[in-house]
């Protein structure tokens, strides 16, 4: 499988850029909502819920994004969730 990355210039690129900075200015009348809702389910007797409360918590509050791993000559300014770092994994 052959994997093509768009350069950062390219149209196509800036065309996806400026799609995901519109849908976070129409997420932002929503951010206190996201919030309550997960702060409220962190004491939720369900373990899923505070589970999913915890990791939105984490996504949130350290800036953390979801999405495509970066290539080694990228400089990343946000982490991936989805990514584990192997210096800080350590296994038994």
């Not at 994997?3 to 950062?8: E, T």
């Not at 589970?51 to 990228?74: M, S």
């Amino acid at each position: 499988m052959c994997v093509q990355w768009l350069a950062p210039s390219s149209r196509f690129k800036g065309e996806s850029d400026v799609k995901k900075y519109t849908k976070a200015q129409k997420l932002k009348k929503y951010i206190e909502e996201i919030r309550k809702n997960y702060h409220r389910e962190m004491k939720s007797e369900h373990s899923q819920f505070r589970q999913r409360a915890t990791a939105i918590y984490l996504i949130d509050q350290l800036a953390l994004r979801v999405g495509n791993e970066k290539d080694a000559t990228e400089v990343a300014d946000t982490v991936s969730h989805t990514h584990t770092h192997g210096a800080t994994e350590e296994r038994t």
